[in-house]
């Protein structure tokens, strides 16, 4: 049989008996394989240029409560340099310590009463200073977002909840203990606010990750 394509007319002319579909079943449809090849190829390309495209978005992309997370991780660190500890009397600010300078303040004190006692050789270790690891949290915690590993993000929110529980409850042993009955809301600034507030948050989405 020759290769040449015949029409249907010339064809059904050499086999009267057959039909349009053996016609088409022998030479097939009119679109050739090229021609369906060449009108597919773009519909194809398309696709995978959306699909490649959705693959690269949803891995640079963060969703809004990871956002969310990263602006607390930025306020948890900017407040460590915001005021802590106020006193103001009579709308005058006698005392201003930022978190930075509470670990400073609470040795300078330690010195301050070991002249006094009888023993020169006590010394106690000024454990405040954990308190510089607010900062390095939230810049961890940051990170982690970015980067997407919740390992971190687990272990540096789970570190300013434990710290921030330990200040709060030495602030109030202090405010117990003291001769001046004051509220720690008559001595709290407002960067310690701040660190509170960001700290309730890091403690829910603690708690999301761990039952994620």
């Not at 002319?13 to 190829?41: C, H, L, M, Q």
């Not at 690269?56 to 963060?62: G, R």
């Not at 970015?146 to 200040?167: A, H, P």
Request: hydrophobic letters at 45%.
């Amino acid at each position: 049989m020759s290769n040449e394509r015949p029409t249907f007319k010339e064809w059904v002319a050499e086999n009267p008996r057959k039909s349009i579909n053996d016609y088409y079943k022998i030479y097939g449809t009119e679109f050739s394989d090229s021609t369906a090849k060449v009108k597919t190829k773009p519909t194809q390309q398309s696709y995978s240029n959306d699909f490649n495209s959705y693959s690269v978005d949803s891995k640079m992309a963060f969703n809004s409560l990871q956002i969310i997370c990263m602006i607390f991780s930025g306020i948890m660190t900017a407040s460590y340099f915001l005021p802590w500890l106020e006193y103001n009397v009579m709308g005058q600010n006698l005392v201003s310590v930022t978190g930075f300078e509470v670990p400073k303040m609470i040795q300078d004190i330690e010195q301050f009463k070991n002249m006094f006692r009888t023993d020169k050789t006590y010394n106690s270790p000024n454990i405040f200073y954990v308190l510089h690891l607010f900062p390095i949290c939230g810049v961890g915690i940051l990170i982690s977002v970015i980067s997407k590993t919740n390992v971190f993000r687990f272990l540096g929110e789970l570190t300013i909840i434990i710290i921030m529980c330990w200040f709060i409850h030495k602030l109030v042993a202090l405010q117990t203990n003291s001769v001046i009955k004051m509220s720690i809301l008559d001595f709290a600034g407002l960067g310690l606010f701040f660190s509170v507030i960001c700290s309730i948050y890091f403690l829910f989405d603690l708690l999301k990750l761990i039952t994620k």
